[in-house]
């Protein structure tokens, strides 16, 4: 793939990597343009996408309101169309896009409590805060969970797209850096993410007590308390421990001392004993990998507890897995050096069917990939056929993995184009 350029003016242009890897220059770029109110362009294809330069507590790219589409799907900023993604189960005003870049988001967990004027819905048992069953089969969910918020970032992040040169660059400081530039683009309750959220830094034994006092200062400027209101903070990690009790649950996050526990009561031991979250870090010989997102508070004895908690599940390179099909799927794709995009199910139910991957071997001829699981309902199989129409309508072709008709072995994989090598 060809570096993908953003066009600034008639003489200028950078790469997309440049302004990744080049953070102070970039600032200088993009705010000089900014004051010059330019409209970038990104060239990843000849209908040239319009950009926006939008600035928070920084300068970033973003794409205007409805052009995800008219990107290359290699290019960061393609965004696939919702009825191939489990965004198609919200109404229009879960997730809408905003003429600055951002976006503005309906969420079911609170970012505060508040002591006085308690209505007896807003005192309900937070066991009640899972998304709310639809009306109909075909109604649509009226806020995200937890669970669809991480799937969100993940996906704005681009942690869901694979390319064979991200061999070795899937870390967590890269992983860490991305979730955070997209925290300054989303906006819930009129709070800015970015503001309540925490992400633990990349573990450094010889650093240690450094980052400790950062994680402390972090958490006294979010965790803030008046007379009236408790703040929450928000809490992105990967769970490197859960310990059960009887009536409770401590978490430990991955790259964060095993001294920092984040306890939930039994709401929280509900919705793990509801997911795979338990089973997987149960098993050592299970490589797949917890990520979760908490509404944290913090009492008078500095104890930290789950107010509300969303799980991601992935494969070792972070890539979306939603059952063991998927992780054998994603790894084959990995493996014989495809390009691919991960569909994210946000809070669709399993019943619903979308493209399991879009396959971007050749971007100007999007496969989409579905696996057909066994024992399907009545539904699952009349939405299936829907889709292969649609599908069919849609891209000319798709890819299907009929486990009935085809066991469980992944089948054969479109040949990638060979990898071109240029002269020099």
């Not at 970033?60 to 393609?78: D, I, K, M, Q, V």
């Not at 004027?117 to 995200?144: H, L």
């Not at 799937?151 to 955070?180: C, S």
Request: glycine share 4%; charged share 30%; proline share 6%.
């Amino acid at each position: 793939m060809s570096p993908i350029r953003i066009r600034f003016d008639h003489e200028t242009a950078y790469t997309r990597d440049w302004l990744a890897d080049n953070e102070v220059e970039a600032q200088r770029v993009l705010a000089t343009f900014k004051a010059k109110d330019v409209i970038p362009r990104c060239e990843c294809n000849d209908k040239l996408p319009p950009m926006y330069i939008a600035h928070r507590t920084r300068y970033y790219l973003a794409r205007n309101p409805g052009t995800g589409t008219l990107h290359s799907p290699e290019c960061p900023s393609f965004e696939m169309e919702k009825e191939d993604s489990g965004r198609i189960t919200y109404e229009s005003d879960v997730i809408k896009p905003k003429n600055d870049g951002t976006l503005s988001l309906k969420i079911l967990a609170p970012l505060a409590h508040k002591i006085v004027d308690r209505s007896p819905k807003e005192a309900n048992d937070i066991d009640a805060m899972v998304p709310p069953r639809p009306k109909s089969p075909t109604a649509k969910r009226e806020a995200m969970s937890l669970t669809g918020l991480l799937a969100l970032m993940w996906e704005e992040a681009e942690l869901n797209r694979w390319h064979p040169g991200f061999h070795n660059r899937r870390i967590w400081a890269v992983a860490r850096t991305r979730l955070l530039d997209v925290a300054q683009r989303l906006n819930t309750k009129r709070i800015n993410v970015a503001d309540v959220l925490y992400i633990p830094e990349h573990f450094n034994e010889s650093q240690k007590d450094a980052i400790d006092a950062r994680r402390k200062d972090a958490f006294k400027r979010i965790m803030t308390k008046t007379s009236t209101v408790t703040k929450y903070m928000m809490v992105v990690g990967g769970i490197r421990k859960i310990s059960v009790q009887e009536k409770s649950v401590a978490i430990t996050l991955r790259h964060q001392s095993e001294s920092v526990k984040y306890w939930g009561s039994q709401h929280v031991l509900k919705k793990l004993n509801n997911g795979p979250a338990l089973e997987i870090l149960g098993n050592i010989n299970d490589p797949r990998l917890i990520y979760t997102l908490m509404i944290v508070s913090r009492d008078i004895d500095e104890v930290l507890h789950i107010q509300d908690i969303g799980f991601l599940v992935t494969d070792i390179h972070m890539i979306p897995t939603y059952c063991e099909q998927d992780r054998l799927m994603t790894e084959k794709l990995v493996m014989e050096g495809h390009k691919f995009i991960k569909t994210m199910r946000y809070d669709g139910s399993r019943d619903s069917v979308f493209p399991d991957y879009l396959l971007v071997d050749n971007p100007n001829a999007i496969l989409p990939m579905a696996i057909f699981r066994t024992f399907a309902s009545e539904t699952a199989i009349e939405q299936r056929h829907q889709s292969k129409e649609r599908w069919k309508e849609k891209y000319g072709k798709y890819w299907i993995w009929d486990m009935e008709k085809q066991g469980e072995s992944v089948p054969d994989l479109p040949t990638p184009p060979a990898t071109r090598t240029d002269s020099v």
